[in-house]
């Protein structure tokens, strides 16, 4: 590896686990969400949620590149495609820009409208169990950062797969 993907790397793990950077080190993007902070007027006039994906493998050590992530609504065997794109060296696809409801679904109690979309993440790569994310919610003027940690084919007894993550929780808005 050379010491431009390893910098890279660390300080995507620093961005993941919020530990402040040294004052040689960056603050981080614009549009990125920092606890304690309000979002960017960027952010919250986007009308779409935001998805990235990380991809890794081996407890989440080695970034894996060239993975497949493809971005769908409905069932695994039949999906509506929504969007996909490959991995790139540190493991991490383009930010996917998706359709998700108004923010004021989540300002008035009991409506029992939803106030984010659920999609589902497929990743596949070589030598690599299939991971399959369902029910991720994406909120409109919100970056969600999904991570994926792949399973060697020969740790899985050679079965491709998928593996179901159910990633919704209960949302008390």
């Known amino acids: 590896m050379d010491n431009e993907l390893i910098e890279k790397y660390k300080k995507e793990l620093m961005r993941m686990h919020r530990i402040k950077p040294t004052a040689a080190e960056p603050e981080g993007q614009q549009g990125e969400y920092r606890e304690g902070t309000p979002y960017e007027k960027q952010d919250s006039a986007d009308q779409n ?11 989440s050590l080695y970034p894996v590149e060239k993975a497949k992530v493809t971005v769908f609504t409905g069932d695994y065997m039949m999906p509506n495609i929504i969007d996909t794109d490959f991995t790139d060296n540190s493991g991490k696809t ?15 109690p009991d409506t029992g409208a939803q106030p984010y979309t659920l999609y589902n993440v497929l990743v596949e790569a070589d030598g690599y169990a299939d991971n399959l994310h369902i029910n991720l919610p994406i909120f409109r003027g919100v970056t969600s950062l999904q991570r994926s940690n792949l399973t060697p084919l020969a740790s899985f007894g050679g079965n491709k797969g998928p593996i179901v993550f159910n990633e919704l929780s209960n949302f008390n808005l």
């Open 49 to 59: 949620g935001r998805l990235t994906v990380m991809v890794t493998a081996i407890s």
């Open 94 to 108: 383009k930010t996917f820009s998706i359709p998700a409801p108004t923010r004021e679904l989540s300002m008035e």
